[in-house]
Structure formats: structure tokens, C-alpha cells
């Protein structure tokens, strides 16, 4: 058996942050998008606080904000006011490279449709992370950690494979591996098991739950009620609005 067949290959992020300092905390975060004569507000004032080892599930009606808030945590797209604090550090005073930088390393970032380069083997997307950040990582130390990675959601056996030679669960595995194979502080999943049938949607679901008792911080946007039961806390958007369920 190889080292690349143990279960728990991916160790638990590093850089913690000091005890008791929000791996998330949003105060009033705001994202209008103004169309022509309209203003459209997706998020109003959001705040939300997450831990480390949290699993935290977004719910909410189609077009009430889920993704908005999301991509603004995962520092895909910048608010319109408010504030974002990611490990303690304002994001709003960071420049854009400092921004792609820490997006690059503390955020795992899970898609719906995967969003795997289809020419690329199942290894080479989970090093991209690593790949784009240059000189840090020999082409062998990216294959490593790209094994590690995916033997971790137990795809040891398909590490050569291009996307197209994969079962929508194994995409979606492999876009998980991608996720953790640069240990970052948060995991971010937009309906991950959104494009999955049921069976192959529960398998998702146990991996993830196992990765939170690993100790990874997971934040989940599904509008599946059987899906958001896997988290330990669970939020609602209704018309751009954040609130967390008793
Ligand atoms: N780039 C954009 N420009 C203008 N309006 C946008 C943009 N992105 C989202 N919106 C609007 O913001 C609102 C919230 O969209 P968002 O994608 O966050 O919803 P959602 O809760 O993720 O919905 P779904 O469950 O369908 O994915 C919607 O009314 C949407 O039309
Ligand atoms: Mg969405």
C-alpha cells in the first residue's frame, strides 16, 4: 500500500488563527449591482460569523443572494460596503494582488458544475493552485500533493484521468481535492451537489462531513433541506437578506 492510500492524508490547515478569532466575520456586507435606471441590492447588510471547524449551511429561495454572498467570502467579487474580515485581516484595504494571493492560499472554492480544465488529467487540476504560485512548488512536490489530495476523496486510482473519463461524483471529488490540496483555512461549496443524482449527492455529502471532523471549515449554500441537516448551523436568505435559523 502506498502512502498515497492513507485516509486522512491532508493535514489540517496551518496559520491558524488566534484563539477565538473568526476564520469569518462580515459586519453589514452590502453588494448592489446597479443595471441601467435599477439598483439591485443581493446582499443587505449581511453579518456572519464563522469559526474554525465550523460547518455552517446557507438556505434560500433562487435569486436571494446565496451565490452573491458566497463569491464575496471566497474574494471572487468586492462589496459594496460593509466590511470582510478573512483570519482577523479587512480584505476591503487589500490591493488586487494581495487579494488573489490570499484567495490562492486560505480559500478552497467548490462549484456547482466542478469548473475542471477539461484538457488537464484529474492531477494536474488539483495542482493548479499550487501551479499558480510560481516557483514555490517543483513539478514532483505538485504531484505529491496532488496524490495526497486526491486519495483523500478516494480517487487514487484516477489520477491520470481527464475530466471527460470521469463520473459527475468523481468531478466532483476531484474539484474537492483541488479545494484542500493547498490546506486552506475556510472550504466554500456553491450547491455541490446541485448537478449530482441523490446517491452520488449522500456520497458528496459524507465526504464533506468528514472533512468537518477533520477539522476543516466548510460554509455550504444548498436549498436542499436534507442536504443544509448535514451542517452544524444553518442560515436563510430571503430577498438579500442573512438570517440564521434558531
Ligand atoms: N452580476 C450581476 N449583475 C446584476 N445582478 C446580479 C448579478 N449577479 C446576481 N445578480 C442578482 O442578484 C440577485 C441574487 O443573485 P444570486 O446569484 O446571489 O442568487 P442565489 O441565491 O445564488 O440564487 P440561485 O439559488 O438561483 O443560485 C438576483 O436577483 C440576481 O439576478
Ligand atoms: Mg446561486
Known amino acids: 500500500m502506498s502512502?498515497?492510500?492513507a485516509p486522512a492524508a491532508v493535514p489540517v490547515a496551518r496559520n491558524k488563527p488566534a484563539m477565538n478569532e473568526p476564520v469569518i466575520r462580515t459586519e453589514k456586507l452590502t453588494r448592489a449591482y446597479s443595471m441601467g435606471e435599477n439598483a439591485i441590492t443581493a446582499l443587505r447588510e449581511a453579518d456572519l460569523t464563522v469559526h474554525a471547524g465550523e460547518f455552517v449551511a446557507l438556505m434560500g429561495a433562487s435569486g436571494s443572494g446565496k451565490?452573491?454572498?458566497l463569491n464575496l467570502l471566497g474574494l471572487l467579487d468586492h462589496a459594496t460596503s460593509g466590511e470582510y474580515f478573512l483570519e482577523g485581516k479587512p480584505v476591503s484595504s487589500l490591493r488586487r494582488d494581495e487579494l488573489a494571493d490570499l484567495r490562492g492560499r486560505r480559500?478552497?472554492?467548490?462549484?456547482?458544475?466542478?469548473?475542471?480544465?477539461?484538457?488537464l488529467s484529474a492531477w494536474e487540476n488539483v495542482a493548479l493552485p499550487?501551479?499558480?504560485?510560481?516557483g514555490e512548488f517543483k513539478h514532483q512536490d505538485q504531484l505529491d500533493r496532488a496524490r495526497e489530495a486526491l486519495a483523500r476523496v478516494r480517487l487514487e486510482h484516477r489520477v491520470e484521468h481527464n475530466p471527460m473519463e470521469l463520473s459527475g461524483g468523481e468531478r466532483q471529488r476531484v474539484a474537492i481535492a483541488r479545494a484542500l490540496v493547498t490546506q486552506p483555512a475556510v472550504i466554500l461549496a456553491d450547491e455541490p451537489t446541485g448537478n449530482?443524482?441523490?446517491n452520488t449527492g449522500v456520497e458528496?455529502?459524507?465526504?464533506l462531513k468528514e472533512l468537518n471532523a477533520e477539522g476543516r471549515t466548510i460554509?455550504?449554500?444548498?436549498?436542499?433541506?436534507?442536504?443544509?441537516r448535514n451542517a452544524s448551523r444553518?442560515?436563510?436568505m430571503r430577498d438579500g437578506m442573512l438570517k440564521e435559523d434558531e
Do not use: E, P
Not at 107 to 119: D, E, H, K, V
Not at 130 to 134: E, F, K, S
Not at 204 to 207: A, T
Not at 219 to 228: E, G, L, P, Q, R
Open 204 to 207: 458528496i455529502m459524507r465526504l
Open 196 to 198: 449530482l443524482d441523490s
Open 3 to 5: 502512502k498515497y492510500n
Open 130 to 134: 499550487l501551479a499558480y504560485r510560481q
Open 107 to 119: 480559500i478552497g472554492f467548490i462549484f456547482q458544475n466542478f469548473n475542471l480544465l477539461a484538457r
Open 67 to 69: 451565490s452573491t454572498l
Open 219 to 228: 460554509i455550504m449554500v444548498t436549498h436542499d433541506a436534507s442536504v443544509a
Open 234 to 236: 444553518l442560515y436563510h
